[in-house]
């Protein structure tokens, strides 16, 4: 499933134009509400569902996180039920036949979700939105997706959380399907993929330079046995990005276009923890994960502490 959205997004995005939309949210005083303490600084888009838009160093102009189309960000999604041709229904042919897709950013028709509710607290963000069926055109999904967001040091810990209350009669209700936890997009300065995919995991066993596959050879590189529950893009001099879900071993991980560049430019680095997850019409779906940001080392380490906190 992943495999034929990723293959088909890239194809239709890479060399699209990005459209401008209006703001959902009528009752934040900011579409990018911030925050700082001192070692990052994060940024959310109101008018895109409040998926992760910017992180840098603080005090820095330098995003890591590329947002050249509605595709890419930190955001949520999720898959549930068959495929189905919709296009009579208004489904785009580029994204047919498709399964219940719910979207943070948007749709394909850059139609926007609505912010329910949004709330700042210190160091930690919090939204509420309705997102869109992704094959659809302008159809809000029967669901609602809460994320909270909050910077810990060099570390962002993000909880999100999926309610479902369908009442569809067309997809079915019992189907397993990979989800992205999430889909992270670093940009591609950031080119250089390192893991631990050993059998000694969380004992400091040398981690694995990891080969990077690109987009154009037909998918992202997949990774099994990702026994540390984290993948990191970095730069020359080893600094950059680590993602890390503990409830994850199997990852998705690759760069599409070309390396060094930044995030507006089409080119992305691309990280998605995944696991197989059945989610009912009416459920709700919750987890966390970490972005970590500094040298390949800090990130490791950073990782460990987070790993015996859980224990």
């Not at 994850?248 to 080119?267: I, Q, T």
Request: net charge neutral; charged share 20%; glycine share 8%.
């Amino acid at each position: 499933m992943i495999k034929f959205f990723i293959l088909l997004l890239f194809s239709l995005v890479l060399f699209s134009q990005s459209g401008k939309g209006q703001s959902t949210n009528q009752g934040v005083s900011s579409d990018e509400p911030m925050i700082d303490n001192g070692i990052l600084t994060l940024k959310l888009d109101l008018t895109r569902g409040g998926a992760i838009s910017y992180l840098s160093l603080s005090g820095s102009i330098r995003s890591i996180v590329n947002i050249a189309d509605e595709g890419r960000y930190i955001q949520q999604s999720y898959y549930a039920g068959k495929r189905l041709d919709r296009k009579a229904d208004g489904q785009s042919p580029h994204w047919s036949p498709w399964s219940w897709n719910p979207i943070q950013v948007g749709d394909a028709y850059r139609n926007r979700a609505k912010i329910l509710d949004f709330q700042k607290s210190g160091n930690s963000l919090y939204v509420k939105c309705i997102p869109m069926l992704w094959d659809m055109n302008n159809r809000p999904a029967e669901a609602e997706m809460e994320q909270w967001t909050t910077l810990e040091g060099s570390v962002l810990k993000v909880r999100n959380r999926l309610t479902c209350h369908r009442t569809d009669m067309i997809y079915g209700d019992s189907i397993r399907n990979d989800q992205e936890l999430p889909a992270v997009y670093p940009i591609s300065a950031l080119q250089y993929l390192y893991a631990y995919t050993g059998n000694a995991p969380f004992t400091k066993a040398v981690s694995d330079s990891i080969t990077v596959i690109n987009l154009s050879s037909g998918f992202w590189g997949r990774y099994k046995n990702v026994s540390e529950h984290w993948m990191a893009f970095v730069d020359g001099n080893q600094w950059g990005m680590g993602i890390y879900n503990p409830k994850c071993d199997y990852f998705l991980a690759g760069m599409a276009g070309v390396p060094g560049k930044e995030a507006a430019d089409g080119s992305t680095s691309y990280i998605a923890p995944v696991k197989k997850e059945i989610l009912y019409k009416n459920c709700v779906y919750e987890y966390e994960y970490y972005v970590i940001i500094g040298t390949l080392q800090e990130i490791r380490t950073r990782i460990y502490e987070l790993h015996s906190g859980s224990n």
